[in-house]
């Protein structure tokens, strides 16, 4: 009886997995395939990789989404971070009430985000552009920061700021020593986490970005309008691990994190 | 002893809440004056402002004649050890110890030296490579009074070091504060809600409560001669009675009269009188001024603690001796050991006095 349920459970959490990742599997397979018919198999091929990196549209595309990942997500800790300091000062009733309104944004639905990012930027006469994607992926990628820095000040001893400044440090000295080594892994996992959520948006950036300037998830999706070519697969395939890759590298940042505490005990 | 510190009427308050009100207070050269009283009663605040991390909102902080009201933390000649020492975890203890240094551009054989010297003095050389985080409580708390004294403060803040001590190295390191203070002869203020350790060690108690000074005085003054019943009923056990001033030298006790040595009362007034337990004798029956019954008897190590009912008044005594349960003894207090005290003449007094 036991192992039989045990069995149960195993094809139970295989399909689960089947459902999720049977999709992408394919799409990685495809993006081998040297046949264009979806339908048949013409055997391994590396063709598709190599024409996408001599796609002019791609390789900017490519450019833009990292270049608006890298500035977002430094914009957002830098700002993150200093909401954080603020927010630390705070009696605990106020600063519930900032943590859920800054929560919001990233439980909203992204069109929501999208379609009035792009109705405030055209409102106020903002060309739409990369300027634009810019500041809209800062604007999401705030949260991330806090949500992640937020804990690392809770657990901050106040006194060890004050102790600095007691010594002769000037307040931004006294920062930089005491309180940025301990906050440190939060704006790590912070930075990850945004640069992974900058890199994954579509919808957001194709309500707020203007003619000619393609993020990799927005080109991919006009050229899809005009037919699939085996070259989107295999964009989609290495954008799936790279996401991938840094999420794997935000959880052992944030695992490290928690080891780092128990070495404190 | 030439005056050092001097807090001018100073206020403070958090929204509504009164933090301190008016308070004035006077700090020599080379002394350790301790600020006692219970958690809420303002003492914190009171470091806090000398130190710089709290600015008043009325009044005056004078350092050495010159006003260091507005002055932030970082230019100020005193140092601050903090409750829960607030070392800085990713450095080793040499690196702590050097951090005010460092920053004063100090060169690194002087600092190098001065780190020693520190260790030497609260015991822990050869510590200097060791991480913050390996060391047991008492051994951080040293390194905390280290890093702030090699700063060579005029004076030395305490903000209740030794709270999170056990006893045993708490009563250690209270003989080592004594030691440390006499080797450097500088002003400590040290702030705790421990009577016992501010009788120890201080050379001058302030007690506080609400935001108001009680008393100030030296620790036989405090805990012999307290102005007033909260003073008596902070420091140390204590029967806190009310009683009628007969006259000069006569007090009566619940009807009973009790010669006293206080003067200058006037006549049939209402006053709080305070009788230390161990200054309560037990007689035998009818041998004291009044007798009463033992209702309890605790033993409490160095002595026996008694209740003894007394007309329908509890009277606590401490003596070497036993009295038993149900046992009729008679009472007798010498004169000297009666404090007579004025009862709280405004309703802000009363509500200091009650409740702490």
């Known amino acids: 009886m036991k192992s039989r349920a045990r069995f149960l459970k195993k094809i139970y959490i295989g399909l689960i997995f089947i459902f999720m990742y049977a999709p992408i599997v394919l799409l990685i397979i495809q993006s081998f395939n040297k046949s264009k018919s979806r339908a048949k198999w013409g055997g391994f091929t590396l063709e598709w990789y190599r024409t996408l990196f001599e796609d002019a549209g791609i390789i900017q595309a490519f450019t833009t989404t990292i270049t608006v990942a890298l500035i977002s997500s430094a914009v957002a800790v830098v700002l993150g971070t200093a909401a954080c300091v603020a927010m630390q000062r705070m009696g605990r009733r106020r600063k519930n009430i900032i943590m859920g309104v800054t929560n919001i944004p990233m439980l909203n639905a992204d069109i929501v985000t999208g379609v009035s990012l792009m109705l405030l930027f055209m409102s106020i006469g903002m060309q739409l552009g990369y300027g634009t994607v810019l500041l809209s992926h800062i604007t999401f990628n705030i949260p991330y920061v806090i949500l992640n820095v937020m804990p690392r000040f809770n657990e901050l001893n106040p006194h060890v700021y004050e102790a600095a400044l007691d010594l002769g440090a000037n307040p931004v000295y006294a920062f930089a020593r005491t309180v940025l080594p301990e906050i440190m892994p939060g704006i790590g996992s912070g930075a990850l986490m945004a640069f992974t959520m900058s890199l994954d948006d579509f919808i957001i950036t194709h309500f707020t970005t203007g003619a000619g300037v393609y993020t990799l998830s927005t080109k991919i999706y006009s050229e899809v309008k005009m037919g699939i070519k085996p070259e989107i697969y295999a964009l989609s395939s290495m954008i799936f691990v790279t996401v991938l890759v840094l999420l794997v590298l935000v959880n052992r940042v944030q695992h490290q994190m928690v080891r780092g505490e128990g070495d404190e005990e | ?356």
Not at chain 2, 131 to 149: D, E, F, N, P
Not at chain 2, 196 to 217: F, H, K, P, R, W
Not at chain 2, 233 to 260: K, Q
Request: glycine content about 8%; aromatic content about 8%; proline content about 4%.
């Open chain 2, 1 to 356: 002893m030439k005056e050092l510190i001097h807090l001018k009427n100073i206020s403070k308050s958090y929204g509504d809440k009164v933090i301190l009100d008016d308070l004035s207070l006077v700090i020599h050269e080379n002394e350790f004056v301790t600020l006692l009283g219970p958690s809420g009663c303002g003492k914190t605040t009171t470091l806090r402002i000398l130190g710089g991390f709290e600015t008043p909102d009325k009044g005056q902080v004078i350092f050495d004649g010159r006003d260091i009201t507005n002055l932030p933390p970082n230019k100020r000649n005193l140092n601050m050890v903090f409750q829960n020492y607030a070392l800085f975890t990713h450095m080793t203890v040499a690196d702590n110890i050097a951090f005010g240094l460092k920053i004063k551009k100090k060169d690194s054989s002087y600092i190098n030296e001065k780190i020693r010297y520190a260790l030497k003095l609260v015991n822990l050389e050869g510590f200097e490579n060791r991480s913050v985080k390996t060391l047991s409580g008492g051994q951080q708390q040293r390194i905390a009074i280290a890093r702030a004294i090699v700063n060579e403060p005029r004076v030395l803040l305490l903000d209740e070091p030794l709270g999170a001590l056990d006893l045993k190295l708490r009563q250690d390191m209270q003989y080592e504060l004594i030691r440390l203070k006499n080797e450097l002869g500088i002003t400590f203020v040290y702030v705790t809600h421990d009577q016992q350790e501010a009788l120890t060690m201080s050379d001058t108690i302030v007690v506080m409560n609400q935001g108001y000074i009680q008393q100030t005085g030296s620790p036989e003054k405090i805990y012999n001669e307290p102005e007033n019943a909260f003073v008596a009923d902070f420091i140390g056990d204590s029967n806190l009675f009310p009683a009628v001033m007969v006259r000069d030298r006569l007090v009566a006790i619940d009807g009973t009269e009790f010669d006293c040595v206080d003067t200058g009362f006037g006549t049939n007034r209402p006053v709080d009188i305070v009788i230390r337990p161990e200054d309560v004798k037990l007689k035998n029956e009818n041998m004291g001024t009044v007798n009463g019954k033992v209702t309890d008897l605790i033993f409490k190590g160095v002595h026996y603690e008694m209740c003894v009912d007394v007309k329908g008044r509890e009277w606590v005594a401490h003596s070497t001796r036993p009295r038993y349960v149900g046992e009729t003894v008679g009472i007798t207090v010498d004169p000297y050991n009666i404090q007579v005290m004025n009862k709280p003449a405004s309703e802000d007094e009363e509500a200091a006095a009650v409740n702490e």
